[in-house]
T-cell receptor, first 114, second 113 residues
Framework: EAGVAQSPRYKIIEKRQSVAFWCNPI?????LYWYQQILGQGPKLLIQ????????DSQLPKDRFSAERLKGVDSTLKIQPAKLEDSAVYLC????????????FGPGTRLTVT | AQSVTQLGSHVSVSEGALVLLRCNYS??????LFWYVQYPNQGLQLLLK??????LVKGINGFEAEFKKSETSFHLTKPSAHMSDAAEYFC???????????FGTGTRLLVSP
């Protein structure tokens, strides 16, 4: 089966610009996650969707970050405006549903803000 | 709140030597524990997990980990390192009934010939 797809793989922008990342989860997976992985740190959950509803966005900086999963399939994560400290790898993961299922990770998008 | 501490940001071993990566957790209730591996420019891949039952858990690629409640530890081991094991390893904890994973800061495993 196809894995979690993410695009773009790399992005370089200047501070105060906006950027969007796209994620297509494994077919049939109801739960989708976005993580931020800053260099030298472990991934930190930004937002979790169950189908097209938000389950947890407690660590999402809502003044500049937004995410949507309108049809309960693919998802976009947006940053507007970007700050230098947003430089990180943004990982998308999916799992079959509620409960402690394995999370399957995409390759990530490496964002550099200059 | 639960948390994970990984001792040693870098661990170096020779090919064929024992691999030991340390993970200690903090949780007020019985946790679920995970080890993930991340190869360069790739996403994370699950190595193994502990939920309930047997405390010695075997995973992929010859890795295993033992849950020790008295020591609040979940160390990852492999009897004989291979060059292909060079990667970053993350320990993570989740609370019973929750899907939210809290990751440690990672340990980079370096394997020399």
């Amino acid at each position: 089966e196809a894995g979690v797809a993410q695009s773009p793989r790399y992005k370089i922008i200047e501070k105060r610009q906006s950027v969007a990342f796209w994620c297509n989860p494994i077919s049939g997976h109801a739960t989708l996650y976005w993580y931020q992985q800053i260099l030298g740190q472990g991934p930190k959950l930004l937002i979790q969707f169950q189908n097209n509803g938000v389950v947890d966005d407690s660590q999402l900086p809502k003044d500049r970050f937004s995410a949507e999963r309108l049809k309960g399939v693919d998802s976009t994560l947006k940053i507007q405006p970007a700050k230098l400290e947003d430089s990180a790898v943004y990982l998308c993961a999916s799992s079959p549903g509620q409960g402690l299922h394995e999370q399957y990770f995409g390759p990530g998008t490496r964002l550099t803000v200059t | 709140a639960q948390s994970v501490t990984q001792l040693g940001s870098h661990v170096s071993v020779s090919e064929g030597a024992l691999v030991l990566l340390r993970c200690n957790y903090s949780s007020s209730v019985p946790p679920y524990l995970f080890w993930y591996v991340q190869y360069p420019n790739q996403g994370l891949q699950l190595l193994l997990k502990y939920t309930t039952g047997a405390t010695l858990v075997k995973g992929i690629n010859g890795f295993e980990a033992e849950f020790k409640k008295s020591e609040t530890s979940f160390h990852l081991t492999k009897p004989s390192a291979h060059m292909s094991d060079a990667a970053e390893y993350f320990c993570a904890v989740a609370l019973l009934g929750f899907q939210k994973l809290v990751f440690g800061t990672g340990t980079r495993l370096l394997v020399s010939p």
